[in-house]
């Protein structure tokens, strides 16, 4: 027979280990609580959003697709090599208020920065890029197919 005293450390053990794990991971929960709240901040959101995009195949081309809403034509710059195309853009905004006992001034800044490859070769010289109501519409044409020699090869 077994002395109880023995049991009951043997059952400790594994009770303990399982206690030392949950400590830890409480803690690592704690150190790590405040990040998850940062990124729900609406604010934040607005300035680190990347804008959505939408590539289509029209056969002789690709056509992008990006939402930048509030950017100004000219703030927007679109850089095409053959293999992808880069699109940057800033905005920046300030407010001033003045009224009899106090002044409010605000600013804000925002930009982003996307590369986006394509599937095929395109021509960078032909790229045209166009905003219409906050969405930025590039064109992408597709370069001319080039003819490949071919050798016909005669089977031994």
């Keep these: ?10 059952e400790s053990l594994p009770s303990r280990f399982d206690d030392a794990i949950e400590d830890f991971r409480a803690e690592m929960e704690n150190m790590m ?11 934040l959101e607005e300035e ?7 590539m289509a195949d029209r056969g002789d081309g690709y056509e992008l697709q990006i939402e930048v809403p509030g950017i100004d034509k000219d703030k927007i710059n679109v850089h095409a090599t053959e293999d992808a195309v880069e699109i940057s853009g800033e905005h920046n905004e300030k407010v001033e208020e003045k009224k009899k006992d106090y002044v409010y001034n605000e600013r804000s800044s925002r930009s982003f ?29 597709k370069k001319a197919p080039s003819k490949k020699k071919g ?6």
Excluded: F
């Design 1 to 10: 027979m077994t002395k109880p005293g023995k049991i009951a450390k043997r």
């Design 33 to 43: 609580r405040p990040w998850p709240l940062m990124w729900r901040l609406p604010h």
């Design 48 to 54: 680190m959003r990347v804008p959505l995009c939408d």
């Design 113 to 141: 920065y996307r590369k986006i490859p394509v599937p095929e070769e395109i021509d960078p010289a032909r790229v045209v890029a166009r905003m219409n109501n906050g969405i930025l519409s590039v064109d992408l044409p």
């Design 151 to 156: 050798n016909k090869v005669q089977v031994q």
